[in-house]
């Protein structure tokens, strides 16, 4: 299995990956899971897909198998910053604006959105190694830009799966329920640290999970 990691200048390096990201992920948050965010009958993409954003994809045999976005929290597009500030400020309306208990900008603190695992991946061992790969390509474009932490707003199970996996997570604040998909989440928070006991085949079987609810502007 391959990680790439890539921004938007850097796109046409990867041929279609990132066509196929946003394709995996249309798959899973809207077709499997319901959501109600930007979408046509190929693709999902939303208003933090933009030159701002990373990239962290699994590809194994050619295809693109997993992926997360990650941004700064200094980051600013238009009229949007990233997910949780957006939240904070009002500015999304499924998602509350008390997960973050104040402002966070800050250039080492980072952001990751829209993680997927693809269903295709079907041992514990193959959906383990892709959810490490991900999070390691993660890590890395953090630490090249001198970040030390990243958050994001999880299912609980994400933050059950990270730790077995050995990464470091704890949880920011208070879990809800989101009546979207009637899951719990809450903002998990992790350094930006790659784990010294990455163990791709643990005794878990990882759903199809998100790093973060619904989101609409």
Known sequence: MENITFNFVELHEHGGAFRDYLRLRKRLFVDNLGWDIPHDESFEMDQYDNPKAYYSLAVLDGEVVGGV????????????????????HGKLIDIPS?????????????????????????????????LSNIMDGMIDIVREHHGEQIMALCPLAMMRALRQLGYDVDKLGTPYKSEHDGRRYSVLTMPAERTLRNVPNANYRPQVQTLHAPATA
Not at 70 to 88: E, I, K
Not at 98 to 127: C, F
């Open 69 to 88: 976005r990650v941004m700064p929290t200094t980051a600013q597009w238009g009229t949007h910053s990233y997910m949780l500030r957006d939240a904070f």
């Open 98 to 130: 008390s997960l973050l208990q104040e402002d966070v900008y800050n250039p080492t603190i980072w952001e990751g959105t829209r993680v997927v695992v693809s269903d295709s991946l079907r041992t514990h061992r193959e959906r383990g190694a892709c």
